[in-house]
């Protein structure tokens, strides 16, 4: 398996967002328990408000995949993802190549 870096720039908040946020929170929470999310976070220092998620998967297709299902990009408050291999140059993470 490899490291995949997943950005997300959102959409400029609304309440439905925010009402949405606990499930999408448990959905990230759900990929971390299970291995699949290694780490992420809100990237706060950026115009338009956006994420960084590291995902371990074997393909951008299944990591494309496996985010169609967070609540946040299937409610359309992700106004653009990118899905892109991450090759480690320094550090590792167990398990990525």
Excluded: C
Aim: charged letters at 20%; a negative charge.
């Amino acid at each position: 398996m490899a490291a995949y870096a997943v950005t997300y720039n959102y959409v400029p908040e609304t309440e439905e967002m925010v009402a949405v946020r606990p499930t999408h929170v448990d959905f990230l929470s759900g990929l971390h328990e299970q291995g699949t999310l290694l780490v992420s976070g809100r990237l706060t220092e950026a115009d338009p408000l956006g994420a960084l998620l590291i995902i371990k998967g074997d393909s951008v297709d299944e990591v494309a995949s496996i985010m169609d299902g967070d609540p946040f990009h299937a409610g359309g408050f992700v106004a653009e993802r990118t899905v892109r291999r991450w090759n480690i140059a320094f550090g590792s993470i167990e398990g990525a190549e």
